[in-house]
């Protein structure tokens, strides 16, 4: 058995034959599925799609067929990685001891902590030794080989609390990652991001996950330093009495602190908000979802993580006790349902539960396909949600001249926010931009971040459908056809009318070509443009 998938995964001789034939009517209209059906394995099964992918390659660098994205698009491996835009990278810090001491949190001793060494994420990253240099080259291979670009990446750190992580080996870790991105090693950091700039897989976006009372603008000058555009909490609750309960170990009014010097210094901010935590009632979460959007927290993206019962948690004594019980998988889809329905048009629900395998939940909801739940529960409701996730346009063919632009304006602690966005007349998202305009009550950053000095800031600029080649082009794809350039333009219309003097973006390192050809100049950690 293994040596059958060997050889039906390897791209041999007679495989590649058989794959120039499936490739052959492809091309020529048939669906791709229908095309291998039709041409069994001599043992028996089918060609991968790998297979299909590594022959497509190999053909167009050989010059024998023209490159075809769209036929790529076609037989590419879950193409839904890489709709959103950009190509998501995930690596896993070694493990370190956390300041956390929550009851809910698993502990494993070859892990980070609250990651399980059978997660899909952290299992590459335990394979791989924690080396991140390793990580992301087997990652990036792993990627190419399945039919997905690479050379927009954004770059996903994970492993609890970053910010105890001393800071050398922050330093040395986001370097390495930086060094597999440029298929060439540096010798500082600095180097290793010159070199980002023009390198074959760009970094577009760089993401760490910590704990909202590790935030400071002294941290945050550090975070800029590595490249950080994106920063995830683990807000869990924002009522001190479950947190407290939980031993949380920081205050709701920590996390508005957080979040409101985050948005300040222009990052954009995933908060992770936990239901059913030890004290809470499907009726407290529903009223604790309503301070998202109420109290000024405004969270660009959030991860919906019900708590799930773990033996190896502080948590699982409590349930022994008869202290805590799970919601049931019908109680957890009918409250995540109600609140989606909730969530502003603003806001991106990332996930709605952790990729725990089910082996290892004690009690309760062992369902990883909670999202696909809600989301069927709310069709027989006749109800929808509208969150940035929802209403991408993903593969959906565009026309710009059919594209609407909308202003969506919120309130959000010490800042205006707006929302600009370009939606197709079914009123899905093609692109979007984050524009900060700090209030005169906002955090003053000036001595950590003087670039930010009266500026208003552009906190993330997003154009969604299939990930393409940086200059690639494909009919009715939302990427590459203006859009970045026209929200940038819209953006700065709106800040100059306000009595901004000047623009800021937080760029990423492979970016910050991008800006500057419009109109952006180099500042200290930001890229700024005189209005």
């Not at 494993?108 to 997660?119: F, G, I, N």
């Not at 492993?159 to 060094?179: I, K, L, N, P, S």
């Not at 009495?241 to 954009?268: D, P, S, V, Y």
Request: charged fraction near 25%.
């Amino acid at each position: 058995m293994e040596q059958d998938w060997i050889d039906s995964h390897t791209l041999t001789p007679e495989n590649r034959e058989l794959a120039l034939i499936v490739l052959d009517e492809v091309r020529a209209g048939t669906d791709v599925l229908r095309a291998l059906r039709r041409h069994p394995l001599p043992g028996g099964g089918y060609l991968p799609k790998s297979i299909l992918v590594q022959t497509y390659h190999q053909l167009v660098d050989s010059g024998e067929w023209p490159a075809d994205p769209a036929l790529l698009a076609r037989i590419r491996m879950k193409p839904v990685r890489t709709l959103s835009g950009v190509t998501t990278v995930t690596v896993l810090t070694r493990p370190y001891p956390c300041p956390g001491k929550c009851i809910f949190c698993p502990t494993d001793a070859r892990m980070p902590k609250s990651y399980l060494p059978d997660e899909p994420g952290a299992m590459r990253g335990l394979q791989n030794e924690f080396d991140p240099y390793r990580q992301v080259a087997t990652r990036l291979q792993s990627l190419v080989a399945t039919g997905h670009p690479t050379d927009k990446i954004e770059l996903l750190i994970l492993g609890g609390t970053w910010d105890a992580y001393r800071r050398d080996y922050q330093e040395w870790f986001v370097r390495r990652c930086f060094d597999a991105l440029n298929e060439v090693e540096s010798a500082t950091l600095e180097e290793a991001h010159l070199r980002n700039e023009t390198a074959p897989h760009r970094n577009v976006g760089l993401v760490i996950e910590t704990r909202p009372d590790e935030i400071t603008p002294t941290q945050l000058a550090w975070l800029r330093r590595l490249g950080v555009t994106k920063v995830q909490m683990g807000a869990q609750s924002l009522d001190d009495r479950i947190l407290e309960l939980n031993q949380r170990g920081h205050t709701a009014a920590e996390t508005l602190r957080a979040t409101t010097l985050l948005r300040t210094a222009g990052f954009k901010t995933v908060l992770h908000w936990m239901p059913n935590l030890l004290g809470a009632t499907p009726a407290s979460d529903r009223a604790d979802f309503t301070k998202l959007w109420s109290d000024g927290y405004a969270p660009d993206e959030l991860k919906i993580y019900p708590c799930q019962l773990l033996s190896n948690a502080d948590l699982y004594a409590y349930w022994q006790r008869g202290e805590y019980t799970p919601y049931t998988q019908e109680e957890l889809v009918e409250l995540i349902a109600d609140l989606k329905t909730t969530v502003p048009d603003y806001c991106r629900i990332n996930r709605v539960i952790r990729d725990i395998p089910s082996t290892n939940v004690v009690e309760g909801n062992r369902r990883t396909s909670l999202r696909q739940d809600a989301l069927a529960e709310l069709k027989s409701r006749g109800q929808t949600c509208r969150c940035v996730r929802c209403r991408e346009v993903r593969g959906e063919a565009i026309d710009i001249a059919d594209l609407r632009f909308v202003d969506l304006t919120y309130p959000a602690s010490s800042a205006e926010e707006h929302f600009l966005q370009f939606v197709t007349p079914n009123d899905r998202i093609a692109g979007y931009l984050r524009l900060s305009l700090p209030a005169p009550e906002a955090p003053d950053l000036s001595a950590a971040l003087p670039d930010l000095n009266g500026a208003a800031l552009i906190r993330e600029v997003h154009v969604y459908g299939q990930s393409l080649a940086v200059g690639a082009e494909q009919a009715g794809a939302a990427q590459h056809i203006g859009l970045g350039t026209r929200l940038l333009e819209q953006a700065a219309q709106l800040a100059r009318a306000r009595g901004y003097q000047r623009l800021a973006v937080i760029a990423a390192i492979g970016t910050r070509l991008y800006y500057e050809a419009r109109g952006f100049q180099r500042g200290d950690l930001y890229l700024v443009q005189p209005l």
